[in-house]
């Protein structure tokens, strides 16, 4: 069992990390992975209702995520239905390349730690593309944008889905994670943007003669809805600070109030102009296979948990390596070939709260470097992965121009840590 277990597991991991070869969408395959490991574990079983009761466990404490992501992809549709972001856009008046570095990658940052990576991205390439001509140009800005949008998900408990993960979980809390991984974030961005800030020197990029702009929605009625959106997702700590509650319940809280605030805020409209604007509209646009995607490799993961399998890992790099350090640093690294969510989800199995107590020293770096890590290579991140498709960006391309960038943020970041644990 075991071995067909793990087996299957290999196998679906692989089409998920060879999704584009394939053809097949890696929620597909992380799905039907998920279900065959959990299938097999029920045939080995004396009594089929112990599996079943297990699977219940688990997708309660999965739909917890589930629901997270499901909440906060909404509000953020819901803001760029309104055309909430275009106050970036009617802000940025330089062409000078130095300037507009240091403009994207700060901007990036900050509302990646408000947002989350992978939506900040895709904001910041679909801005990049109604300021940039160039796209060779552009493809600079856009390599910046995934390390900058990861660096700043990395201290957020809402900035990118480990972090969430290990927030939800319990390893972390938000005053500490923010407190303890903003500076070696903060750094691991300004590395790689001051290497790019020397290198750009005099380098001036051609405006779009005309930033394209619907006109259509009140000026009045996007800052509210901006600023509403805002407003709930960053009261869902507070609200999991008051309450005790799981993260969920506050995001789907605040998704409550969006629908109020949408619904009184467009009450006489025709139902055409209405429904374009509503809650409903925005929870047809947002990305359900990556919700499906999650669902099912975090079943997948359950089931190396409950067969033993994690522990085992665990009990022979404790044996093996006994850093923490070296450990985790790997682990991070391995995270731009593999996806972070899995190696995340594994290594909550692995070690209990007993063993590393919450804010541990090993929990806050692992956020960091599963964070950062996967900037090194374009398919290491959901941020990457929507840089690639959204730029048609080639893996070798990011390699030569991109990577060295990310490491040298990664190691200074991870270094600036180490510094902060020795004197602190």
């Given at each position: 069992?075991?071995?067909?277990?793990?087996?299957?597991?290999?196998?679906?991991?692989?089409?998920?990390?060879?999704?584009?070869?394939?053809?097949?969408?890696?929620?597909?395959?992380?799905?039907?992975?998920?279900?065959?490991?959990?299938?097999?574990?029920?045939?080995?079983?004396?009594?089929?209702?112990?599996?079943?009761?297990?699977?219940?466990?688990?997708?309660?404490?999965?739909?917890?995520?589930?629901?997270?992501?499901?909440?906060?992809?909404?509000?953020?549709?819901?803001?760029?239905?309104?055309?909430?972001?275009?106050?970036?856009?009617?802000?940025?008046?330089?062409?000078?390349?130095?300037?507009?570095?240091?403009?994207?990658?700060?901007?990036?940052?900050?509302?990646?730690?408000?947002?989350?990576?992978?939506?900040?991205?895709?904001?910041?390439?679909?801005?990049?593309?109604?300021?940039?001509?160039?796209?060779?140009?552009?493809?600079?800005?856009?390599?910046?944008?995934?390390?900058?949008?990861?660096?700043?998900?990395?201290?957020?408990?809402?900035?990118?889905?480990?972090?969430?993960?290990?927030?939800?979980?319990?390893?972390?809390?938000?005053?500490?994670?923010?407190?303890?991984?903003?500076?070696?974030?903060?750094?691991?961005?300004?590395?790689?943007?001051?290497?790019?800030?020397?290198?750009?020197?005099?380098?001036?990029?051609?405006?779009?003669?005309?930033?394209?702009?619907?006109?259509?929605?009140?000026?009045?009625?996007?800052?509210?809805?901006?600023?509403?959106?805002?407003?709930?997702?960053l009261m869902v700590p507070a609200f999991k600070t008051i309450t005790h509650l799981p993260p969920c319940m506050g995001?789907?809280?605040?998704?409550?109030?969006?629908?109020?605030?949408?619904?009184?805020?467009?009450?006489?409209?025709?139902?055409?102009?209405?429904?374009?604007?509503?809650?409903?509209?925005?929870?047809?646009?947002?990305?359900?296979?990556?919700?499906?995607?999650?669902?099912?490799?975090?079943?997948?993961?359950?089931?190396?948990?409950?067969?033993?399998?994690?522990?085992?890992?665990?009990?022979?790099?404790?044996?093996?390596?006994?850093?923490?350090?070296?450990?985790?640093?790997?682990?991070?690294?391995?995270?731009?070939?593999?996806?972070?969510?899995?190696?995340?989800?594994g290594l909550q199995g692995m070690y209990s709260l007993d063993q590393y107590p919450t804010d541990h020293f090993f929990?806050?770096?692992?956020?960091?470097?599963?964070?950062?890590?996967?900037?090194?290579?374009?398919?290491?991140?959901?941020?990457?992965?929507?840089?690639?498709?959204?730029?048609?960006?080639?893996?070798?391309?990011?390699?030569?121009?991109?990577?060295?960038?990310?490491?040298?943020?990664?190691?200074?970041?991870?270094?600036?840590?180490?510094?902060?644990q020795m004197l602190f």
């Open positions: 069992m075991y071995i067909l277990i793990a087996s299957l597991f290999i196998i679906g991991y692989l089409a998920i990390i060879f999704e584009h070869k394939i053809h097949l969408n890696k929620a597909a395959s992380a799905l039907i992975t998920g279900v065959l490991c959990w299938t097999v574990y029920a045939l080995f079983q004396t009594t089929q209702s112990h599996a079943s009761e297990l699977v219940l466990k688990h997708l309660g404490e999965i739909s917890n995520i589930l629901f997270f992501l499901l909440g906060a992809m909404t509000i953020v549709e819901l803001i760029d239905s309104h055309d909430g972001f275009e106050f970036i856009t009617e802000r940025i008046s330089t062409n000078e390349i130095r300037r507009l570095l240091w403009v994207v990658g700060l901007i990036t940052f900050f509302l990646s730690a408000i947002l989350d990576n992978l939506t900040t991205t895709i904001v910041m390439i679909s801005l990049l593309r109604k300021i940039i001509i160039d796209k060779k140009q552009r493809l600079i800005f856009t390599g910046l944008v995934v390390i900058a949008a990861n660096a700043g998900g990395a201290w957020s408990p809402l900035g990118d889905v480990s972090t969430t993960m290990l927030w939800i979980g319990g390893q972390i809390t938000p005053a500490k994670t923010i407190t303890g991984l903003f500076l070696p974030s903060m750094v691991c961005l300004l590395v790689p943007l001051l290497i790019l800030h020397f290198k750009s020197r005099g380098q001036v990029f051609q405006r779009v003669t005309a930033i394209p702009s619907s006109g259509s929605m009140p000026r009045k009625d996007r800052d509210l809805i901006l600023l509403s959106g805002i407003g709930v997702l995001m789907l809280f605040g998704l409550g109030i969006m629908w109020i605030v949408t619904a009184i805020l467009h009450h006489g409209k025709e139902e055409a102009d209405k429904d374009m604007l509503s809650v409903s509209y925005a929870m047809r646009k947002i990305d359900t296979p990556s919700i499906l995607f999650f669902l099912g490799i975090l079943l997948a993961v359950a089931v190396l948990q409950e067969t033993g399998q994690l522990k085992y890992t665990a009990d022979w790099l404790s044996s093996n390596i006994k850093s923490e350090t070296v450990v985790i640093s790997i682990i991070g690294l391995l995270s731009s070939l593999v996806d972070n969510v899995p190696l995340v989800a929990w806050q770096f692992l956020a960091y470097c599963t964070g950062t890590g996967g900037s090194a290579l374009i398919i290491g991140s959901a941020a990457g992965v929507a840089a690639m498709g959204m730029e048609k960006i080639g893996f070798f391309w990011y390699l030569k121009n991109i990577s060295l960038l990310a490491i040298s943020g990664y190691v200074a970041g991870a270094l600036v840590y180490l510094l902060q």
